[in-house]
């Protein structure tokens, strides 16, 4: 019986495929078992301070991600073996085609499909972990363009704060660790003066609103207000900077400059006196500011309290305290008797001087991590920077939410905030400085290589407001300060 001896040949074939694709199973699953157990085995012999149930999610997770790989290189050798049958039997034929395109395009579509459901598994398990590490993202239609302009070179130890003056002559201000303070001609890059008065490090450094005055801060557990008088050098031509040989373009970030004197450093003039010492801290003065008016000024400490003196009398009016830790920065409001303090206690506070019967202070909670520094803007407005790597911009009338917050990849320390362009710019721990608009969409990114920009943690920023070749200053940890020019392109025409 011809039939039922075919029929029944069918049948052995189909029972031995299903006994051979059974067998085959069992063989990949007790190899994947026994490699499974062979790398737990493996972890729990190697010394590492992870959690052995994280260590063995972790390695569940590279298993399924090796497998993926491993299905899509047996695909990828089984169509190779099929495009080399095609192409011999349409050889024959007088025809051939590209096995390498007709792979590529059917990988592709296979490829896509199981990687997409990989990556989606991956976001959905690391969802938590990355949202933490995202910047803004948000668009732009008007980027500001920036330009290296000037760099003021002198200081042996690194600049923590720098400013410029309010009145004739326009000068640049740098205090540094140094234990000086120096004052540069800003359309030269030449050093005019020098003070030297302070024993310890010069943490910060502003200027009298009307006359030619300085107050500085310093690790010596006081301020110093100080007179000074310069003459400005004509200007010369602007050297192009970027073509300037930077020692073979080392970058400085892991090397040490040489410990000698900055030729030109010591041909300005210096002054080693001050007129009023501020003496009532007991702790490192980390910044000092004038209130309105040139007749007060407000300190701030690592003793947890900011002093406010009378500059005239320099007698102690008051000190504010309430701060959890140390300060870190202090600000005053250019046409209020207003003052914001910034402290490592994750907060930064209000204190309103503006009725003389009552001292008021609100306290601004929405940082994670240390605040670096609060500064106000025009307007009812206060931006505040902070270790936990964001700046958020506070409406003093409702301080419970910031109404914009900007999200960076590094720490902020001291920001500043231009008037005349509403423009934030944040300089960060990683030497860089990012400018962003006061509703937190990112504008630009300063340049910087080895051959410019800073090579070290970038400590502050100030703007100038005048007409002067830079409006924007940056100085950091590699010793220098540097002058930039931002402009923002006007917006494209639209067709009519």
């Known amino acids: 019986m011809p039939v039922e001896s075919g029929i029944s040949a069918a049948a052995r074939q189909a029972k031995q495929k299903r006994k051979s694709h059974s067998l085959s199973i069992r063989r990949t699953n007790s190899t994947e078992q026994d490699r499974s157990g062979l790398q737990r085995d493996m972890l729990e012999g190697q010394d590492s301070k992870l959690p052995l149930p994280l260590r063995s999610n972790l390695l569940d997770l590279f298993s399924q991600i090796e497998r993926e790989f491993e299905n899509l290189y047996i695909e990828n050798l089984e169509l190779r073996r099929e495009i080399e049958t095609l192409n011999d039997r349409l050889a024959a034929e007088g025809q051939t085609f590209e096995g390498a395109d007709l792979v590529k395009g059917a990988l592709k579509t296979k490829a896509s499909h199981s990687t997409s459901q990989l990556s989606q598994k991956l976001k959905t398990t690391y969802k938590a972990s990355t949202s933490k590490i995202v910047s803004s993202f948000k668009a732009t239609t008007s980027r500001a363009v920036c330009q290296l302009v000037r760099e003021y070179v002198g200081h042996r130890d690194g600049i923590w704060d720098l400013g410029v003056t309010r009145t004739q002559p326009m000068v640049l201000g740098t205090a540094s660790a140094d234990h000086t303070a120096m004052l540069w001609s800003i359309e030269t890059g030449k050093c005019l003066l020098k003070y030297t008065g302070h024993q310890g490090s010069v943490n910060s450094i502003k200027f009298h609103p009307t006359e030619q005055m300085a107050l500085t801060a310093s690790g010596d557990q006081t301020a110093h207000i100080w007179r000074y008088m310069v003459q400005l050098p004509t200007p010369q031509p602007v050297a192009d900077i970027s073509q300037t040989p930077c020692e073979d373009d080392v970058d400085f970030s892991d090397k040490d400059e040489a410990d000698g004197e900055v030729e030109g450093s010591n041909d300005c003039p210096s002054v080693r006196v001050a007129i009023t010492t501020l003496r009532s ?6 910044a000092a500011d ?14 947890r309290a900011a002093n406010l003196y009378d500059v005239e009398t320099s007698e102690l009016v008051h000190s504010l305290t309430g701060h959890d830790q140390e300060l870190t920065h202090c600000c005053t409001h250019p046409t209020q008797r207003l ?9 930064f506070r209000l204190w309103d001087f503006r009725d003389p019967s009552i001292h008021s202070v609100n306290v601004f909670q929405g940082h994670t991590d240390t605040v670096t520094s609060a500064v106000f803007t025009v307007g009812d407005n206060v931006v505040s920077g902070s270790d936990d790597r964001t700046v958020k911009v506070w409406d003093l009338k409702n301080m419970r939410s910031p109404i914009a917050t900007i999200r960076t990849d590094s720490a902020v320390n001291r920001i500043s905030v231009s008037v005349n362009q509403k423009i934030i710019a944040l300089p960060h721990d990683n030497r860089q400085v990012r400018l962003f608009d006061m509703s937190g969409v990112r504008l630009a990114r300063l340049p910087r290589s080895n051959r410019q920009g800073h090579r070290r943690m970038v400590c502050c920023s100030t703007w100038c407001e005048d007409n002067t070749s830079c409006n924007l200053f940056t100085c950091g940890f590699d010793r220098q300060a540097i002058g930039w020019e931002n402009h923002n392109p006007p917006p494209p025409l639209q067709e009519k």
């Open 281 to 286: 801290h007991q702790g490192v003065v980390i």
């Open 290 to 303: 004038w209130v309105v008016g040139g007749k007060q000024v407000v300190t701030a400490s690592w003793d």
């Open 339 to 347: 003052v914001v303090t910034s402290s490592r206690d994750t907060t």
